[in-house]
């Protein structure tokens, strides 16, 4: 009952802020242009690579692209779900808009994460999808209905994993009144799972999986569509990420939220 009154809600949220989009459709389409072109170098820099070298870290081109394809798939939704916890220390701390969110009738962290969508992402979801298709047949993957409710789990489960590190990025800004928190430095490591983890020391390997678990939004899920069997215990684990880190990340905003104190302005 309350996961449809708040599903519902979240559904109204996203109808109106597509309504604003209709509104304004030259904008929206000049506006997804530079995130795709932003997605391009990277890839040339892969496939300049792969020019010279037929393998990297036991992964061919194809595979290094389906990874690098679906993590930014999954990154994209993740942005665009969870945008409006990027500026939550500035607007919501500092400017303290916090204030009128919490005389709502609403979850105060539901209503933070639901006001806002932000649309751009869309052109690299189009890059990814791309990438992802060619990938699927470089390496003559035949995907059947397994792969299709795997893929939707995987993205579902990989876009809690992010909102939630970046909901525990953002959370200091109740103590250091920081706009930005620990979301720049924390962010910029997901870079690194973009990429197979064997590539990297054994520290940032374990960061990446253990300590901020990036991996798992993009790395594991891919090598089960890719057929590399030797990941295969992580996968095992990929559920129960799913829920830890929501658990701390939702602990911490209640612990954050005690501690607010309202600026005044």
């Given at each position: 009952m309350v996961i449809s009154h708040y599903l519902e809600l979240y559904l109204c949220f996203v109808s109106q802020h597509l309504k604003k989009i209709l509104e304004y459709r030259l904008s929206f389409f000049i506006g997804i242009i530079p995130f795709?072109?932003?997605?391009?170098?990277?890839?040339?820099?892969?496939?300049?690579?792969?020019?010279?070298?037929p393998h990297i870290a036991g992964f061919?081109?194809?595979?290094?692209?389906?990874?690098?394809?679906?993590g930014i798939i999954c990154y994209a939704f993740g942005r665009m779900l969870f945008s409006n916890l990027n500026d939550f220390g500035y607007q919501y701390i500092i400017k303290g808009g916090l204030d009128t969110v919490l005389i709502k009738p609403i979850n105060p962290l539901f209503y933070i994460v639901a006001s806002d969508f932000s649309e751009k992402e869309i052109g690299e979801l189009l890059v990814g999808i791309i990438l992802i298709i060619k990938s699927i047949i470089g390496l003559e993957i035949h995907p059947?209905?397994?792969?299709?409710?795997?893929?939707?789990?995987f993205l579902i489960n990989g876009i809690i994993i992010y909102g939630s590190i970046n909901l525990i990025a953002v959370i200091i800004c109740f103590w250091t009144k920081d706009p930005r928190g620990l979301t720049s430095p924390i962010m910029r490591i997901q870079e690194f799972s973009q990429y197979p983890v064997t590539i990297y020391g054994k520290a940032v390997r374990f960061i990446i999986t253990w300590i901020i678990p990036?991996?798992?939004i993009t790395f594991f899920p891919a090598v089960f569509f890719i057929r590399r069997e030797e990941f295969g215990g992580y996968i095992l684990c990929l559920p129960l990420i799913g829920i830890i880190f929501p658990l701390i990340a939702y602990l911490l905003w209640l612990k954050g939220l005690s501690k607010y104190e309202s600026s005044g302005t």
């Open positions: 795709i072109l932003l997605q391009l170098l990277p890839i040339i820099i892969i496939w300049a690579i792969f020019k010279k070298v061919n081109f194809n595979e290094v692209l389906f990874i690098y394809g679906l059947g209905i397994l792969e299709f409710f795997a893929l939707l789990y990036f991996a798992f």
